[in-house]
């Protein structure tokens, strides 16, 4: 069974630092894309980021372009999402999700979510 | 405001059949493929539609969809109080480099 799961959610001041985590399971993890997309309480989806199966690229939504990086470890299965200079603006859940072998948007995946609050 | 424009809310009634429309430009839907994603309250989005018309195998063939130049359709029939929920639409933006989504299009079976 394909799973996904986030992890290193939680509360933190503006202009601080998080980093997120999602461990994949059940498929070949270094053959296909993978993508960070968050919601903001309320609101709609927002595709954040996203990177090719074997890491070289990496892709930015403008709105995180300079302060997010997204990296990942196929050997651990595991994918990752540094956040800095939070704002509140970034408070929402952020889930992982699997892409085809290349970034097109095509998520036949979800984690569960991990909620990250930027409070000031 | 979200580069691909859906309708804020639809309704229909039990059995009916509802389209959902996603409208974008020649930069994404129009030059690739078109995904569509069911939300239900409180869970994380599942696939229903991806390369603009097929299925996954899991998703009855009451959901359907469709593509014509910059425009994709999202098509329930038989419509069930278990569909409601909220309906995305995503591809990829070419120009941008980057994916996107519809702002989300909520469904009510009245």
């Known amino acids: 069974e394909v799973q996904l799961l986030e992890s290193g959610g939680g509360l933190v001041q503006t202009g601080g630092s998080l980093r997120l985590s999602c461990v994949a399971s059940?498929?070949?993890?270094?053959?296909?894309?993978m993508s960070w997309v968050r919601q903001a309480p309320g609101k709609g989806l927002e595709w954040v980021s996203a990177?090719?199966?074997?890491?070289?690229?990496?892709f930015y939504a403008g709105s995180v372009k300079g302060r997010f990086t997204t990296s990942r470890d196929n050997y651990l299965k595991t994918l990752y999402l540094q956040m800095n200079s939070l704002t509140v603006e970034d408070t929402a859940v952020y889930y992982c999700?699997?892409?085809?072998?290349?970034?097109?948007?095509?998520?036949?995946?979800w984690g569960q979510g991990t909620l990250v609050t930027v409070s000031s | 405001q979200s580069v691909l424009t859906q309708p804020p809310s639809v309704s229909a009634a039990p059995g009916q059949k509802v389209s959902i429309s996603c409208s974008g430009s020649?930069?994404?839907?129009?030059?690739?493929?078109v995904s569509w994603y069911q939300q239900l309250p409180g869970t994380a989005p599942k696939l229903l539609i991806y390369?603009?018309?097929k299925r996954p195998s899991v998703i009855p063939d009451r959901f359907s969809g469709s593509k014509s130049a910059t425009s994709a359709t999202l098509g329930i029939s038989g419509l069930q109080t278990g569909d409601e929920a909220d309906y995305y639409c995503?591809?990829?933006?070419?120009?941008?480099?980057?994916?996107?989504f519809g702002g989300g299009t909520k469904l009510t079976v009245l």
């Open positions: 999700a699997k892409d085809d072998f290349y970034a097109v948007v095509n998520f036949d995946c």
């Open positions: 059940g498929f070949t993890f270094g053959s296909y894309a």
């Open positions: 990177i090719s199966g074997s890491g070289a690229n990496t």
């Open positions: 020649s930069s994404d839907i129009g030059n690739n493929f």
């Open positions: 390369d603009d018309n």
């Open positions: 995503g591809t990829w933006h070419s120009s941008l480099g980057a994916g996107v």
